[in-house]
């Protein structure tokens, strides 16, 4: 059947006010974007601080119900990706939450389980340890990092940090200390824990953890700035260089060294990733808005104890499974941290989820100012509390 013409498409009034609408709805847009790409001056002045206290720059993006801000200070390039550190911890611990929603893994099951006559040696014993314990730091099993010479020496860095090591090598230097407390009695963080996560997921699985975090979370999420590098000593560019500062005698630093080459290999499944500040919002506003986690595995990641030993760098800290909890001036918020040779991570997002933020700084010897929190506390006070 021909159609008329008035069928053939919208009339041409009809046209002339929608490409109004288009034109002021554009306009708007814009507008909303010019002012969240301008933070509130607060944030510029804390981390300004930040590079007064020590810190060779500084970049932080705050996202909020309005949009997102970036802002920098130092030297430091726009996009710039870093490494985690230890927010590396909480993909883990996504992971083996989402095979336990699978069926594929209990919390409760032992190490022993799925590593048999992995951990013992020094009353390390993995058939008294269930993978909860190791998500939640409360094993008991000792910091391998504790036994990592080269972080307090610059020629043992040059040494060693270079070179490829094994998670079995990690657990080793674990496991040649004695537990620091029976299973499941106290509180107290380890990065052993997560590189037998690691292990347990590749057990699990039949793949690697990294195989898994990039399967499960990065490409669909599309994290594309966020990486498991595995052997690779660089980071990609663009990015800052990152610096360590080595002691130097009565618990003095020396001078800051380039430390941004590093096998990611000795952090492993507790702290190898990289990223940048946009892509871990993504990513901690994904898991705590359900779009990782079913809600029963959400809730047990956020089902928390007290981290007493966090204490001196967070207000009422508390952990749950890869998920750290501490309060903040107008409210609680959920994060986790990363220090790693050459960069410093500190995130943190909302208890109801409509404000985060991600720093960055490239120094992980930055220091507190005496009777201080962390360095970083009133950057992210002010940018979730919107002050």
Sequence with gaps: MALKR????????????????LIISTALATLASVAAAHPPPLLHQDANALIRQGAPSVIAEVVTPDG?????????PKHAKFRIGSATKTFTAAVALQLVGEGRLGLEDPVERWLP?????????GRRITVRQLLQQT?????????????????????????ATTPAHLLALALSQPPAFAPGTRWDYSNTNYVLAGMVIERVTGHGWESEV??????????????????????????AVGYHRFPA???????????????????????????????????????????????????????????????????????????????????????????????STRDGISEDGTRSVVVSINDDTLRPEPGELDPTTDLVNHALCGS
């Design 214 to 239: 990039e399967r499960r979370i990065l490409r669909p999420l599309r994290l594309r700035d966020t990486s498991v590098p595995r052997t690779e000593l660089d980071v990609p560019a663009p990015h």
């Design 68 to 76: 997102s801000a970036t802002v920098r200070a130092g030297a430091v």
């Design 249 to 343: 005698g009565q618990e003095q630093f020396g001078p800051r060294v380039d430390t941004t080459r590093f096998s990611p290999t000795w952090a492993d499944a507790a702290g190898s990733m990289i990223s940048t500040t946009s892509d871990l919002n993504r990513f901690f506003r994904a898991l705590l808005g359900g779009r990782v986690l079913a809600p029963a595995q959400l809730a047990e990641m956020t089902t928390t104890v007290p981290a007493p030993p966090f204490a001196d760098a967070w207000k009422n800290p508390r952990y749950g499974l890869g998920l750290q909890w501490s309060e903040t001036p107008c409210g609680g918020m959920w994060s986790h941290s990363g220090d790693i040779p050459g960069y």
């Design 6 to 21: 008035e069928d053939a498409g919208p009339s041409r009034p009809y046209r002339a006010v929608m490409k109004r609408i």
């Design 139 to 163: 094993s008991g099993l000792p910091n391998y990092a504790a036994r990592i010479t080269f972080l307090g020496s610059k020629k043992d860095y040059d040494a060693e940090a270079l070179t």
């Design 117 to 125: 006559g992995v951990v013992r040696g020094h009353g390390n014993d």
